[in-house]
């Protein structure tokens, strides 16, 4: 019977063949996931309640303009979206437009992206945080908030220490006395701090950069220009190991999540103070109402290096791209356009508690905290840690619990990140 | 059985029946190739063909080099990468705490078997985590284990310092396997339960009127009679230990502090989902395919010497 073996060893031997030849993907056959008349969006957030009325004004001024087009919005759960995404860019097919977040998460995925910079030239005044959803001086998406690190302090804790609640430290020794006032009076820890994920570290090195790093470092850093081993970048890791063994951080770090425990535990008044988000989550728009508007206090970084000028740091938080694959580019670029418009944003900044992306958008409501912010754009700068490509910011999570444990040193630590910069 | 084929001149003209006798024993040798061929396209098609994608894809590049043949780069940036390092070694201490977690559902069931007082409790009480899903059970000890949960506020109690159990590097991985073979090791139980139920009591009631100590019962009878059972459990837990851990080390530790907990799959999923580097991803996949392969062959055989099997 030997000889009737043939056809399996054929149907393996071709299946071998066939894959040793072959690439497994090919970005060759672009085929966009939607038909004609059809554009598929992709984001975690259009299933959102307080996003409801932003998706009905985007999707009505789309319709004003193509009203044979049907737009069709798939919410990702964000865990797995750009797991999912990454799978739809191997394939070369899936939505038209998609979310991104600002910074090194859409960078590394440009090569997938339509550049938009013909279709947006009439936004480019009207909206903010362009910089975050560029690359090599293309614009791949267009951004809908924005997102930045302010330090939020409980001023209800700061009076219960006895210390004057407008009146928040401007210095790195008026912080740490700051720090003790409040342990001894109330027994709270300063900050309240999760860095399981490794996110800790970014919010610290954003929302202190500015007081540690001169303005040209800063600049330097935000252009591509990092100096991993200059004395003022080792003084960001140094107090950031400094502030935990000083107790001023809330126990286990590294074992707490940022999302949501280090929020919860600032809002539950746990700690005095916490290194938040401006826009969507850990910001005034969930602590206003468990603090109270008027307990919510906002500061810039404490200076620690003479000659810095603390800013607020921010950036273009999410924004809407387009496929490359996609079968008809000005038309879902125009849908771009409709996420973008006024119309949309300003109702996305109310329900979900966004700064705006668009300048003209004023927040209604955001109590103290969000005037504050709002305030502050005009002079703020982009993050530092958002200029960091997404294997550097991995890289630094990693480092920056293995300082908080003590495993390494601060030299350590910048030579490993000064390796992973290079090469992400 | 050669009878239909008359061969060369003499075939044309060979009797109708044979040519019916020819065409049925044809039929009978095709049959069984027909009967098995769904399974075997199935396992070609479904499993054999990934496999050989996946294989060839960890051969090409990522980002702008996508599609394009690399060669061993990826297995090169792989083997230099510590957090890659660190998640083999920790594969490594998997093996070697695989014993423990072979020998807790292995004591315990034997436990059950020689019916010790609660024994029908104590089945269904092990066999609970099981039921649990891993996201739920890494909540559950994410508060149990905490910086400030209620296993320091004990340990405080009795002057012992609070210990940060999913914080600290060198205790990390620890807690989250002792977590895993908590929750899993009841599914090991039962299987042990079932290889008891086919030991042979004539042989234990022989040991004992010989007698023969417990101890001596469980070495001497018990053991060898359970040969299979026990190689069975051994490479089930290995895989999943390597394989099902995800769901824990996401909600637990997320592979922190500082990737000390990382695992392969955590690895993979980081590199595809995170770092957007499939290729590379991929390669890390055939690496941990070809671990797996070598642990299990490696247990079997050591197994066998080990316990004698006929």
């Known amino acids: ?424 | 059985m050669d009878a239909g084929r008359t061969g060369g001149a003499t075939a044309h003209v060979a009797p109708p029946v044979a040519q019916a006798a020819t065409r049925r024993l044809r039929s009978d040798r095709l049959a069984p190739y027909v009967l098995v061929a769904p399974a075997v396209l199935v396992i070609v098609l479904l499993r054999l063909w990934p496999l050989l994608l996946g294989v060839n894809f960890s051969f090409t590049g990522d980002g702008e080099r996508n599609g394009t043949s690399v060669g061993l780069s990826n297995y090169v940036e792989l083997f230099r990468d510590p957090l890659f390092r660190t998640a083999l070694r920790n594969v490594g201490l998997l093996v070697l705490l695989l014993p423990v977690a072979v020998a807790i559902p292995g004591l315990l069931a034997t436990f059950i078997f020689l019916r010790v007082p609660g024994h029908r409790f104590f089945r269904t009480v092990y066999f609970f985590p099981a039921v649990l899903s891993p996201v739920i059970i890494g909540a559950i000890f994410n508060l149990l284990l905490g910086a400030d949960g209620p296993l320091n506020a004990a340990l405080e109690t009795v002057g012992l310092g609070p210990v940060d159990w999913l914080g600290e590097p060198k205790l990390a991985i620890f807690a989250v396997v002792g977590v895993h073979i908590w929750a899993t090791f009841g599914m090991a139980l039962v299987v042990f339960l079932s290889g008891f139920a086919t030991l042979d009591t004539t042989l234990l009631d022989a040991a004992r009127s010989d007698g023969a100590s417990t101890r001596q019962v469980i070495w001497h009878v018990i053991m060898p009679g359970l040969s299979r059972t026990i190689q069975f459990v051994f490479v089930t837990t290995m895989i999943g230990m390597l394989t099902s851990m995800f769901g824990l080390l996401f909600v637990m530790t997320s592979g922190g502090p500082g990737g000390s907990t990382y695992l392969p799959e955590y690895y993979i999923w980081t590199q595809q989902g995170q770092m957007n580097r499939p290729a590379l991803a991929s390669a890390a996949s055939t690496v941990l395919f070809l671990v797996m392969l070598v642990i299990g062959l490696a247990q079997i055989a050591i197994l066998r010497r080990g316990l004698r099997e006929d």
């Open chain 1, 1 to 424: 019977m030997k000889q009737r073996m043939w056809w399996p060893v054929v149907v393996l031997a071709v299946a071998v063949g066939s894959a040793a030849c072959g690439s497994a993907t090919s970005n060759d056959n672009p085929n966009s996931g939607a038909g004609a008349g059809k554009l598929v969006v992709w984001d975690w957030k259009s299933s959102d309640k307080n996003a409801q009325n932003f998706v009905a004004k985007a999707k009505a001024d789309f319709a004003k303009k193509h009203p044979g087009v049907t737009v069709e919005f798939v919410a990702q759960p964000f865990d797995n979206y750009y797991t999912l995404l990454g799978a739809a860019i191997q394939a070369g097919k899936g939505p038209d437009v998609m979310l991104f977040n600002g910074g090194g998460q859409i960078r590394d995925r440009a090569s997938a992206l339509l550049a938009l910079d013909e279709y947006v030239a009439q936004d480019k005044n009207r909206l903010a945080g362009w910089d975050a959803f560029s690359k090599d001086g293309k614009i791949y998406a267009a951004p809908i908030t924005l997102q930045g690190h302010p330090t939020y302090y409980n001023k209800s804790v700061y009076k219960q220490a006895g210390l004057d609640a407008e009146k928040p430290p401007a210095t790195w020794d008026a912080l740490l006395s700051t720090c003790a006032t409040i342990k001894a009076k109330t027994t709270l820890p300063c900050f309240s701090l999760g860095n399981k994920e490794g996110y800790g570290i970014q919010f610290w090195m954003s929302g202190m950069g500015s007081g540690i790093l001169t303005p040209a470092e800063y600049d330097n850093w935000i252009a591509g220009k990092r100096d991993w081993n200059s004395a003022n970048v080792k003084t960001i890791f140094a107090t950031w190991k400094q502030a935990n063994d000083a107790g001023l951080n809330t126990a286990g770090p590294n074992s707490t999540a940022m999302f949501m425990d280090q929020f919860t535990k600032f809002e539950g008044g746990k700690a005095a103070m916490v290194f938040g988000l401006m826009s969507d989550v850990g910001g005034w728009h969930e602590m206003n109402p468990i603090l109270g508007a008027d307990n919510v206090g906002v500061m810039l970084a404490p200076m620690v290096t003479p000659g810095a000028v603390p800013s607020l740091a921010y950036d273009g938080g999410v924004g809407y791209g387009v496929a490359k694959w996609t079968k008809d580019p000005s038309l879902a670029a125009d849908l771009v356009r409709s996420l973008t418009s006024t119309d949309a944003l300003t109702a996305y900044a109310a329900d979900a508690g966004a700064i705006a992306s668009d300048k003209t958008v004023t927040i209604a409501g955001g109590g103290p905290a969000a005037a504050a912010i709002t305030a502050a754009i005009p002079g703020g700068k982009p993050a530092l840690h958002v200029a960091l490509s997404a294997k550097t910011q991995d890289v630094m999570g990693r480092v920056s619990q293995q300082l908080l444990s003590g495993s390494i040193t601060v030299e350590d630590a910048v030579s490993q990140l000064a390796a992973a910069d290079q090469t992400g």
